[in-house]
Every structure is written in structure tokens, then in C-alpha cells.
């Protein structure tokens, strides 16, 4: 309990001090929680019996507040259950193994296809790129054209494997 010396003493605190603490809430919680946090950073000073004792009560109810918010910061982390939204179309059934490799074998089937009907010189460069992992660096140096030119005829290879693709699904 406060002693009737120091009631005067805290109200004239609380007058002062509440304004300021409450601004400072506010940017750190909301509009909403800010008036009730006050109410406990200034519960937590009465607690705590530092009325009389403390040189500069503002300083130190600045320290009470930003412990409460370190420690609101800490339970919201830990007691926070992690959520996923549900997709239906996500989180659908597999289709079987066998399934999935039958499609593997027709999609590299008309990946072949695609790259032997593909001009020469686009073929070469498409083949050098993805099956022999060469840099489009060390392409225009084997094949005695620009970086450019490499470019190009990458651009044009895998548009023909998209348009491929989308024919066939």
C-alpha cells in the first residue's frame, strides 16, 4: 500500500509521466493495447516501492516500460502457434509412382523430339548449355560467335521447349 505522504507525490507522476509513456506505446503497440500497458508499467513502479527511493522516477518508469515490452515481445514468439493456411488444391492426394514416371518418359520423349527439330546451329548451343554445362562464355569461344549470338539461340531453344510443352498439355 502507498503511504498518504507519497500518494500526492505518485499523482503528481502519474500526471506527468502518463502522456508521454502512453505516445511512446502507441508506436510500439497500437493504439489499442497502449492504455492498458501504462496501467501495468505504472502497476510495476508501485510494485516495486521506488516511489521514494529512485532519483529520477521518469528514467526509471522508461525502464519499466521497456522491459514490459521486451518481455510481451518474448511471450508473443513463444506462445504463438505456427499456422498454415489450408489449400485444397495443394495439399491433394498424390497421384502413384507409376504415374509419375510414365509422364517423366513422355515429357523426355518430347524433349528429344524438340531438340532434333531445333535449326543446327540453336541445337549445338542448347546441347553445349544443358547437357554439357558449358558457360555461354565458353560456348561463344568454342563456336567463334558473340555472347549475344549465345543468348539468342538459347532464348529461341527454350521457347521452342515451352511451346512444345504447352502443345502437349
Known amino acids: ?40 508499467v505504472f502497476v510495476r513502479f508501485l510494485r516495486s516501492e521506488a516511489l521514494g527511493r529512485v532519483e529520477n522516477p521518469a528514467a526509471y518508469l522508461s525502464r519499466i516500460t521497456r522491459n514490459l515490452l521486451i518481455d510481451r515481445t518474448r511471450r508473443k514468439r513463444h506462445g504463438m502457434p505456427i499456422l498454415f493456411p489450408f489449400d485444397d ?35 549445338r548451343v542448347f546441347v553445349m548449355r544443358r547437357v554439357k554445362r558449358m558457360t555461354y562464355k565458353e560456348i561463344a569461344a568454342r563456336l567463334d560467335i558473340s555472347i549475344a549470338t549465345v543468348e539468342y539461340h538459347m532464348v529461341q531453344a527454350l521457347a521452342r521447349c515451352r511451346a512444345a510443352v504447352a502443345a502437349q498439355w
Open 1 to 40: 500500500m502507498i503511504a498518504p505522504a507519497s500518494t500526492a507525490a505518485f499523482e503528481d507522476l502519474y500526471r506527468t509521466e502518463y502522456r508521454r509513456l502512453l505516445r511512446k506505446l502507441r508506436r510500439g503497440v497500437g493504439s489499442d493495447e497502449a492504455p492498458d500497458l501504462v496501467q501495468e
Open 89 to 123: 488444391e495443394r495439399d491433394a492426394s498424390s497421384r502413384a509412382d507409376q504415374t509419375w514416371r510414365i509422364e517423366a518418359i513422355d515429357l523426355f520423349r518430347l524433349y528429344r523430339q524438340t531438340v532434333r527439330a531445333m535449326p543446327p546451329k540453336t541445337r
